[in-house]
């Protein structure tokens, strides 16, 4: 990490010219173990924060402008510094950026003129929040002569990416790109939002597995299942009115209302119910060290977001399938948005490799495409990472 942030140091001096006051700040990218779309039904999350991460380096300038560049798409944006809190969305990669500036202004903190340079080794498209990753260190790198709390923090990238960005998400991606951990998942409470490290047991690896498709329904797909657990709550409220959240109702009570839900919209409701109470048996399985229970909760996940949440594709399906008839793998199941992305598979130690290779094998035979694995070791938090000199 030193090294690589001692060489964007050198490269952001080649860039803008800058000497002075150079600091480098990181965040992680995460995968999600088990709680996925209950983020923004106030529910439970058990992500990790992963070595994958967005580093910028951030320097302050005499030019009165924001600057940004990023190595990754090898493109740079620039705006006077009074003109950055009226500028609108321009559906790139630089409106994480942006979004996250015209919060900061919106919380009365004021912009400085700073050069930033973006590079994120946290891959896209896989669903494991490389967006979170640039608006939390786009944060720490803007904020760099303020102090904030850390959940703050994780707010103002949150709304960033809800408010400029367009996309309704819960706090999940940020939260854990905040407060990750070594050797440790992070269960957070997406209604208190309060959380606890969750201690993984001896014996296992986590890997990721991308199936380097992205279907075009995602975007929509997420909006609808926004909306339609929104709707299971107003129909919920007629029988339990103190209900605000799919957090609030427990699967039992859920089933007595299927007759007077439609099923669309009650199959929505019944995965966010059963997919809360799957975290909690999972943390307990954790705990207790028992890790084929936390694999059998894994595919009962995945089935669940196939069935009743339908947001996965038939690329993931194959791999989880794929996944589970390799030796030594407890559970697999999709992470992330779905209609695309990654599947994170939990297996038995000193089984990476073989698993890595009988997965590549199985996913080119089927479809002809090479998938990226990638191997998940919980990580540290954002921060700052290092200074020029």
Not at 15 to 26: C, K, L, M, Q
Not at 138 to 149: G, N, Q
Not at 189 to 218: F, Q, W, Y
Request: glycine share 8%.
């Amino acid at each position: 990490m030193a090294v690589q942030a001692a060489r964007l140091v050198e490269r952001h001096k080649e860039v803008y010219g800058s000497t002075d006051g150079i600091r480098v700040f990181r965040a992680p990218g995460r995968v999600n173990l088990i709680g996925e779309h209950t983020d923004y039904n106030s529910g439970l999350v058990l992500p990790i924060a992963l070595e994958y991460a967005c580093f910028v380096v951030s320097a302050p300038n005499d030019a009165g402008r924001l600057r940004i560049r990023s190595e990754n798409n090898q493109e740079s944006r620039a705006w006077p510094i009074a003109d950055v809190p009226r500028q609108k969305p321009s559906r790139d990669w630089s409106d994480y950026v942006l979004g996250v500036a015209v919060e900061i202004h919106r919380m009365g903190h004021p912009l400085q003129p700073v050069d930033l340079l973006i590079q994120s080794d946290v891959p896209l498209g896989a669903g494991l929040s490389s967006s979170a990753a640039l608006e939390v260190s786009a944060a720490l790198a803007l904020l760099r002569d303020h102090s904030i709390p850390p959940l703050e923090l994780a707010r103002i990238a949150r709304r960033a990416e809800n408010n400029f960005a367009g996309m309704p998400c819960g706090v999940m991606d940020q939260y854990v790109s905040v407060f990750g951990q070594e050797n440790a998942a992070i269960l957070i409470d997406c209604m208190t939002l309060e959380h606890r490290p969750v201690r993984l047991p001896d014996g296992i690896e986590i890997a990721a597995v991308n199936s380097m498709v992205k279907h075009e329904l995602g975007q929509s797909a997420y909006r609808d299942r926004v909306r339609e657990c929104g709707d299971a709550v107003e129909k919920i409220q007629r029988r339990y009115p103190n209900v605000r959240s799919l957090r609030e109702i427990a699967s039992r009570e859920l089933d007595a209302l299927e007759p007077t839900i439609p099923d669309a919209v009650f199959r929505r409701a019944r995965h966010v119910t059963s997919e809360n109470e799957r975290v909690e048996a999972f943390v307990a399985a954790c705990e207790r060290g028992d890790i084929e229970e936390m694999g059998k909760l894994l595919v009962s996940s995945h089935r669940s977001l196939q069935h009743d949440y339908e947001v996965s594709c038939p690329e993931l399906d194959f791999l989880v399938d794929a996944a589970l008839a390799i030796p030594g793998v407890l559970g697999a199941r999709m992470t992330g948005g779905g209609f695309g992305g990654c599947i994170v598979s939990l297996m038995e130690r000193g089984r990476y490799d073989e698993f890595a290779e009988s997965i590549s094998r199985a996913y080119r035979q089927q479809y002809g495409r090479e998938p990226e694995v990638y191997r998940c070791k919980p990580s540290k938090g954002a921060g700052e990472v290092g200074k020029g000199s």
